[in-house]
């Protein structure tokens, strides 16, 4: 069964621990936490102190994305956040095993994320050390933007040099993921799909991540 992450960039800040639980009773898989300060992105957004206080909310796994110019920094001299994954972005990297090193230590899965612009062979060097393939949709900072053209074809592209690298990573899909778009993005190869407008805006999130689910299921390369 896909796995589908909610986004809490997308979430009502004033009451995070309420759309926690409204996600997860609706079928959420996990949770995506996209941490911003400002330089990396424009945009500030979720902060360390939020993964132990939305915590006692719900058992799911959480995901921490470092939209962070010095994610090594964070890892080492900010200890207050963990999380069962930490995505860190390709074009913030200058020691990328060291990094790695740094977030297992955390006794959590390696992410490895690319924007838009980011040329994925690039970064296939990395793919056998890394657990989950994050591919942006659109350009970290802000929810709600349309998606970039060419993104399938990444998706397409990524799966094929994952498994001419015999890696394990998952795929995840960030940015711009719509119910009317998600079976393709599956079909193409992605594992997760991160979604945060399309899942806090719904009327009936309930409704809507079981309709996604019923697409995919009904995709023959499921």
Known sequence: MVHISASLLA???A????????AETSGADSFHFDLMDGHYVRNL???????AALRPYTNLPFFAHL???????????????????????????TKP??????????????????????????????????????????YPGFGGQTL????????????????????PALIAMDGGIKPDNAVSFIEAGADMLIMGTALFQSHDMKRTILEIRESIARSPCR
């Open 67 to 93: 939209e962070l110019s010095n994610p090594e920094e964070v890892l080492t001299q900010f200890a207050p956040f963990s999380a069962d994954t930490i995505i860190v972005q390709w074009n913030t990297l």
């Open 148 to 167: 970039q053209p060419g993104t399938h074809e990444r998706v397409l592209s990524a799966r094929q040099l994952l498994d001419n690298e015999n890696s």
């Open 97 to 138: 095993q060291r990094t790695f090193d740094a977030i297992r230590l955390r006794n959590a899965k390696v992410g490895l994320g690319l924007t838009p612009d980011d040329d994925i062979r690039d970064a296939a060097r990395l793919f056998r050390d890394i657990d989950l393939l994050l591919l942006l949709g659109v």
């Open 15 to 22: 009451r995070l621990g309420e759309e926690v639980k409204r």
């Open 11 to 13: 979430a009502d800040y």
């Open 45 to 51: 957004a979720l902060a360390s102190d939020h993964f």
